[in-house]
């Protein structure tokens, strides 16, 4: 019998350090799969935080920089219109003064939601802005507009658009007597 018991516990020691050795085996495999987990995130982190200092670098660059805008105001607007027995003419005049710090580059005005330049025929604007004309800041301008279609295109209250090259929209509202 005791060649039983002892084969039976020699049977079971082999099994408990086969057990032992299976769940060393697997804890080895699963903390080896978190490691690889944790160095993979280790390194994302790693690029993410270069990316955050090359955001940080960019926006110090972007604190430095002035921002340049410009800034039409019209100081007067006078639209007069009379007929002189052979066709309507009208005037309008504008004083504008650029308070922004960047060039403004004045290249249409809209009356009436119609381009200068669509009327028929064509007003006569002084200074010429059909190239653009440049208003440097702080400058001041008087742009003359005169024009021999009917009146009646003006209206007798309105709003005169001035737009710049940069895509800006600045608006005049004129009351005619």
């Known amino acids: 019998m005791n060649k039983k018991i002892i084969a039976i516990s020699v049977l079971i020691a082999i099994l408990f350090v086969s057990s032992i050795a299976g769940t060393i085996v697997y804890y080895n495999g699963v903390v080896n799969d978190r490691n690889s ?33 410009e800034n039409l105001i019209c100081t007067n607007a006078v639209v007069g219109s009379g007929y002189n027995r052979v066709s309507w003419n009208w005037t309008v005049t504008l004083d504008l003064e650029n308070t922004g710090n960047a060039t403004a580059i004045i290249n249409d005005i809209v009356i009436n939601g119609q381009s200068y330049s669509s009327f028929s025929p064509v007003p006569i604007v002084t200074p010429s802005i059909q190239n653009g004309y440049e208003l440097s800041p702080n400058q ?7 024009g021999t279609n009917p009146a009646s295109a003006l209206g007798d209250n309105s709003t005169i658009y001035v737009l710049t090259a940069i895509g ?6 004129y009351s005619r007597s």
């Open 37 to 69: 987990q944790i160095a993979s995130l280790n390194s994302q982190v790693k690029n993410l935080n270069s990316e955050v200092q090359n955001f940080t670098a960019q926006v110090g660059y972007l604190i430095n920089m002035t921002r340049s805008n």
């Open 140 to 146: 001041i301008v008087t742009i003359t507009m005169q």
């Open 168 to 173: 800006n929209s600045y608006s005049y509202y």
